[in-house]
């Protein structure tokens, strides 16, 4: 019988309604005051600051059909850290593939606050420029 990390079980659980648009769900493992920092220099970057900010933030990544599957995690009672593939599948064939690792800090049994480190900054500032940003007129 293998034992799972309370911290790890979190984070799968995270990943499980992240990969099934489960807001709800999602919702249910992040604190009210979760801070949550994007990298970069593109529309979505920034520090995201409560649920709701978050939410908002993964709605909008839903619009890309993005997605994440872990490779790899590591634990101890107050650290999570994740390296993760990512993809997405715009109709539009604006695409993205890549790896980033996240560092997930657990107090209380809910995620407070999360740092994204991308494989390569630019080619994310790249992508979600061109996805996200609003059509010339």
Same mark, same amino acid.
């Given at each position: 019988?293998?034992?799972? *990390?309370? /911290?790890?079980?979190?984070?799968?659980?995270?990943?499980?309604?992240?990969?099934?648009?489960?807001? /709800?769900?999602?919702?249910?493992?992040?604190?009210?005051?979760?801070?949550? !920092?994007?990298?970069? $220099? *593109?529309?979505?970057?920034?520090?995201? /600051?409560?649920?709701?900010?978050?939410?908002?933030? =993964?709605?909008?990544?839903?619009?890309? !059909?993005?997605?994440?599957?872990?490779? !790899?995690?590591?634990?101890?009672?107050?650290?999570?850290?994740?390296? *993760?593939? /990512?993809?997405?599948?715009?109709?539009?064939?604006?695409? =993205?593939?890549?790896?980033?690792?996240?560092?997930? $800090?657990?107090?209380?049994? $809910?995620?407070?606050?999360?740092?994204?480190?991308?494989?390569?900054?630019?080619?994310?500032?790249? =992508? =979600?420029?061109?996805?996200?940003?609003?059509?010339?007129?």
């Amino acid at each position: 019988m293998t034992v799972v *990390h309370p /911290n790890i079980a979190l984070i799968n659980q995270f990943f499980q309604a992240y990969a099934q648009g489960d807001q /709800n769900a999602i919702a249910q493992v992040l604190s009210k005051d979760i801070r949550w !920092v994007i990298p970069g $220099k *593109h529309p979505l970057s920034g520090t995201k /600051n409560g649920i709701e900010e978050v939410l908002h933030y =993964f709605a909008q990544l839903s619009e890309s !059909v993005f997605q994440a599957e872990p490779i !790899v995690l590591g634990v101890n009672d107050q650290f999570v850290i994740d390296c *993760h593939h /990512n993809w997405s599948n715009r109709s539009d064939g604006i695409n =993205f593939k890549g790896m980033s690792c996240l560092l997930w $800090k657990i107090e209380g049994e $809910k995620i407070t606050e999360v740092y994204n480190f991308p494989e390569n900054q630019q080619y994310v500032d790249r =992508f =979600f420029a061109a996805a996200y940003s609003e059509p010339e007129y």
